[in-house]
């Protein structure tokens, strides 16, 4: 019988490959998920920032309104006095009512109000042509009691992978 320090060893280097092997199997797999997490987290954070602009242009939009009556020399809340949901675009020269329904909710906006879609030769959002999105705009018009003030609101709701609904809601 052979009692040579080298006998104690064998399979060592296979005991050795495996645990190894683990080891970085549990390493990729990690950094695998952590790449699935982050390319859907894209998504989100790309729909969320669409719909940040999308609010700020119905922002924009009432404010020319405003401008457009007073370079009109016309009262500056004209076409914006009667509180209501509307639906605006950035060619719009009125408010649109198009029969909206509810308060000035996201969810009421879910609901009610069309589907924005989006013209890739111009790369614009209008209720016209282009391909229908995800993105719904319904802007709040509330005027103060003594006509001097008036708040607008634009709310901009989607419903996201998985069915979550999520809403941008500026003022």
């Known amino acids: 019988m052979d009692k040579s320090p080298r006998n104690n060893f064998k399979g060592q280097i296979l005991v050795e490959a495996l645990v190894a092997l683990t080891i ?10 952590l ?5 859907s987290l894209n998504k989100v954070v790309s729909n969320q920032y669409v719909a940040s ?3 700020m242009e119905g922002i924009e939009v009432a404010k020319n309104l405003i401008d457009h009556n007073i370079l009109a020399l016309s009262p500056w809340n004209s076409g914006l006095s009667n509180d209501g949901i509307y639906e605006i675009t950035y060619k719009s020269d009125a408010l649109e009512s198009a029969g909206l329904i509810g308060s000035c909710q996201a969810s009421d906006i879910a609901q009610s109000a069309r589907v924005l879609n989006f013209d890739s030769s111009f790369g614009l959002y209008s209720y016209d042509a282009g391909s229908p999105t995800i993105y719904r705009r ?3 018009i509330q005027n103060s009691l003594d006509g001097k003030e008036i708040t607008v609101r634009s709310i901009i709701t989607w419903i996201g992978r998985g069915g979550a609904d999520f809403n941008v809601d500026l003022e």
Do not use: E, K, P
């Open 53 to 55: 602009n999308l609010a």
């Open 138 to 140: 319904g802007i709040c």
């Open 35 to 39: 790449l699935s997490n982050s390319l």
């Open 24 to 33: 970085v199997s549990i390493g990729l797999l990690g950094t695998f998920s």
